[in-house]
């Protein structure tokens, strides 16, 4: 069995069509079986007011579907917001946008060399069942998006195996905290399973947590696999076009990484930037960051994307 997830942005109604309703929150997550591969599309549903359902949305997924049934503020948003994610992305035009229009609006942006499909669902399905996730080899990585206590059986955490292989009974660390948990039971597709490859979306029951501990953005993992801090250090600056802000020393901003976003502070902004964190946050080394202004009134909400190092000590 082969599992992806497909995170569905800009306009809604999509993912409705291709799954069947999961979990729902901020994120609206569909689920669909074919044959031996699985499918996972998730929708950013509190988007455009809630800013982190989108980067949210992107950050679970191994492709994006993008689409656009009208050039609309929040539809821009979406746009800047993709073009900076490294995420292979397929655009559905709806009937009443034309190619010649939307090429114009991608022009310059990553997103103009992406292949272009119109709105038929026979022809989308078509094309992503021949989708697969890549190959993620390494030490196991659950981030968990939704968790809830289930009588006689304790604390379940919901995610996605982001890499590697997660394996019942496996003791890992529940980053970023210092707590160590056991892997009571998995469940994939309401269905019990001993292990779980990557992409696949897990229903996990753990041992030495209590529900009210899980929140989204904890990542199960082995100990000492993951950097954490609160202070990181941004390199490689990828600015959005399209915020119309500047970076203020010392500003409340908030930075995305993973499947969530922390208050932060940011430090002077050159080739190199560093995020001062109310938390600790866990990550990989090299892993993307992405700073948003939430307060921003024009423009898109973010900033830009750098490369998150843990800062030196001092």
Not at 50 to 58: F, N, S
Request: net charge neutral; hydrophobic share 40%.
């Amino acid at each position: 069995m082969t599992s992806i997830v497909i995170a569905c942005v800009g306009d809604p109604g999509v993912a409705a069509s291709l799954g069947k309703k999961g979990t729902a929150s901020d994120l609206t997550l569909y689920n669909s079986v074919q044959g031996d591969r699985q499918f996972v599309f998730v929708e950013p549903t509190r988007f455009p007011e809630k800013m982190v359902a989108l980067t949210t949305a992107l950050a679970m997924a191994h492709r994006c579907l993008l689409v656009v049934h009208g050039l609309t503020r929040p539809l821009a948003e979406t746009l800047a917001t993709v073009d900076l994610v490294d995420l292979p992305t397929t655009i559905v035009r709806g009937p009443s946008v034309g190619d010649d229009e939307l090429r114009r609006a991608l022009k310059g942006s990553r997103l103009e060399s992406e292949p272009f499909l119109a709105e038929e669902l026979p022809h989308l399905r078509e094309t992503i069942g021949d989708w697969a996730a890549p190959e993620r080899p390494g030490p196991v990585r659950v981030p968990i998006d939704h968790a809830f206590q289930v009588k006689g059986v304790g604390a379940v955490a919901l995610g996605l195996v982001a890499q590697g292989r997660l394996e019942a009974h496996a003791k890992l660390r529940l980053y970023p905290t210092a707590k160590t948990v056991e892997v009571r039971s998995i469940q994939v597709h309401d269905v019990d399973r001993g292990s779980a490859a990557t992409g696949e979306r897990v229903g996990v029951a753990l041992k030495g947590v209590d529900a009210t501990e899980l929140e989204r953005g904890q990542i199960l993992a082995p100990e000492g696999s993951l950097a954490t801090t609160n202070r990181w250090h941004g390199r490689d600056p990828r600015r959005c076009r399209y915020y119309r802000g500047s970076i203020t020393p010392g500003g409340r901003y908030h930075l995305a990484v993973g499947i969530d976003a922390y208050p932060v502070q940011v430090g002077p902004a050159g080739e190199s930037i560093e995020f001062t964190v109310d938390r600790p946050v866990a990550a990989d080394p090299g892993s993307p960051g992405y700073l948003l202004d939430l307060s921003a009134t024009a423009g898109a909400r973010i900033v830009g994307r750098w490369t998150l190092e843990p800062a030196p000590p001092g």
